[in-house]
């Protein structure tokens, strides 16, 4: 599937890119009452940095975890098309009431990601429900259920490159994906879950790994950590 309105001339030498960013870890509107304490929402800032580095107007853009719909939302600012697939019903419903489209907004499993009817996916950028190696609640049912295995963790690993692995038969011809994550420190065990680099490692084998770009967050982040990891990924 290859969007034949795509010149990716127009598009800034990727080579040239920095390693590291500073940004603010902040959001420009506050979530209704019913999703306060569970803010998950990565930074507009980041979406937008991404979404201007690596699309261009008119350009699908696509989150498997759409989340409380922040790449929908700046896609449509910057005259993108955004598409996204959330697994909770109740944020599915708010990401539409958002929404200049609201049919692009797709309520559903993102591990079944190829029964949707997408477009082809000039760009993509997400930052996955995280999880702990030792934890068992499952996140791509927004930890609604709990992994039957002793190996939940490398399943949901599994389970991420499934979905990457379904995407990639709708990616362009030059795509990229990018995928926003941190290491996990658990204090009360003493250890930390290498997420960002197991992640890095389960998708590169289906998505071929560019390298990762380092987001310094001014205000801090979170999980133990002042930084996160973009993890840049294109189609082979």
């Not at 080579?15 to 509107?29: C, G, I, S, Y």
């Not at 559903?108 to 996955?128: N, Q």
């Not at 941190?182 to 389960?202: C, P």
């Amino acid at each position: 599937m290859i969007s034949p309105q795509l010149d990716r001339t127009q598009l800034p030498d990727r080579t040239k890119l920095k390693t590291f960013l500073h940004l603010r870890n902040e959001h420009k509107a506050e979530l209704p009452e019913e999703f306060h304490g569970n803010d998950v929402r990565y930074s507009e800032a980041l979406v937008e940095r991404f979404i201007l580095d690596y699309s261009k107007n008119g350009d699908v853009v696509f989150d498997p975890f759409m989340g409380y719909g922040t790449t929908l939302v700046v896609a449509e600012r910057f005259d993108r098309k955004g598409y996204g697939i959330e697994f909770d019903e109740r944020r599915w419903q708010y990401c539409r009431n958002l929404l200049e489209h609201p049919e692009r907004a797709l309520n559903g499993d993102s591990r079944k990601l190829s029964e949707f009817d997408l477009p082809p996916i000039d760009f993509s950028i997400t930052s996955p429900p995280y999880m702990g190696s030792h934890h068992r609640e499952d996140p791509l049912t927004n930890y609604s259920a709990e992994f039957e295995i002793k190996h939940g963790y490398k399943k949901y690993l599994d389970d991420l490159a499934s979905i990457y692995r379904q995407m990639s038969a709708h990616l362009s011809i030059g795509a990229r994906v990018v995928i926003e994550v941190s290491n996990l420190k658990h204090e009360v065990e003493n250890t930390v879950t290498t997420l960002a680099w197991d992640i890095a490692r389960s998708v590169s084998e289906v998505l071929h790994f560019e390298g990762e770009i380092v987001i310094c967050w001014e205000n801090g982040y979170g999980y133990g950590y002042d930084h996160s990891y973009c993890l840049l990924f294109s189609r082979d």
